[in-house]
């Protein structure tokens, strides 16, 4: 399961998605989110499925790589679905036993919700997927600018958000390297009682707390050694520049949240 959290990673490709603009790329993600809060119906659902399947072929990535993403976060769907299956109330009663009802409104919740979800899972994972580490460092910086005029270390941040993101495919490879480790001496992580299993991780959190201090020291280390200082004089190799199949994009978007609102409103809302 610890594989297959894809978070972070970049997969290389001459999509339409990859030759966007950083920038451009971080507000339609934004937008993104936003128009899958926006919805309350399963028509206004449908037109941001049809958004983001767009989206997937449009980046060329695998599909396979967004089902990957999705695996680890299967529990929790499942967990909020059957949360909200069985609190929901209405009046139409599909089962009820001592106590316990299930109403067509809690089933039309469950699922809008779990795809809502899985859908904000997928619009997340096109941004890394599609945009290198380096890229997105300096398309937060240019984004968080403005906030140069009330002190704020805009680079230091930029750069802090990057290298969490970057490393969490090392943190997880880090994870399995120590939970072998751990198994070929005898560890067991599978049986016993739920005390028993979380007492079964502390092996594996404390190495793995001080190797990702130590890796955090080394990369200090080797950011002073070559005089990083996130100066406003840093320059860059490559210069980012909106095109117009950027400002298209986002017009687009734009258009889809007016048309979600528009659909809210003609059709009704189910949460």
């Excluded at 001592?98 to 409104?105: A, D, Q, R, V």
């Excluded at 619009?123 to 704020?152: G, H, N, Q």
């Excluded at 502390?202 to 200082?229: E, G, K, N, Q």
Aim: aromatic share 10%; charged share 15%.
């Amino acid at each position: 399961m610890i594989s297959d959290i894809t978070i972070g990673q970049y997969y290389k490709a001459e999509s339409f998605i990859h030759k966007l603009d950083a920038r451009a790329k971080i507000i339609l993600t934004v937008l993104f989110i936003a128009l899958i809060f926006l919805c309350k119906n399963f028509i206004s659902l449908a037109l941001t499925l049809v958004m983001v399947i767009l989206s997937v072929l449009l980046s060329s990535v695998p599909v396979k790589m967004y089902i990957k993403s999705l695996k680890p976060i299967i529990p929790i769907v499942l967990f909020t679905a059957v949360l909200n299956m069985f609190y929901t109330g209405g009046e139409n009663v599909v089962f009820s036993f001592k106590g316990i009802t299930l109403t067509s409104e809690g089933i039309f919740t469950a699922i809008f919700l779990a795809a809502r979800i899985v859908l904000l899972i997928i619009a997340s994972s096109i941004l890394t997927y599609t945009t290198v580490p380096t890229m997105l460092t300096d398309a937060i910086e240019k984004l968080l600018s403005p906030l140069k005029l009330f002190k704020v270390p805009v680079q230091s941040w930029a750069m802090m958000m990057t290298l969490a993101l970057r490393f969490i495919p090392t943190l997880i490879e880090e994870i399995e390297k120590i939970t072998n480790a751990q198994k070929s001496r005898g560890a067991d992580f599978e049986s016993g009682r739920l005390l028993q299993r979380i007492k079964a991780v502390i092996p594996i959190i404390i190495p793995l707390f001080v190797s990702s201090f130590r890796r955090a020291s080394d990369l200090a280390y080797a950011m002073s050694c070559r005089c990083y200082t996130g100066a406003d004089t840093r320059t860059r190799m490559k210069q980012m520049k909106m095109r117009i199949r950027d400002f298209v994009c986002i017009i687009i978007f734009i258009t889809s949240i007016a048309g979600v609102i528009l659909l809210n409103n003609l059709f009704g809302a189910v949460i």
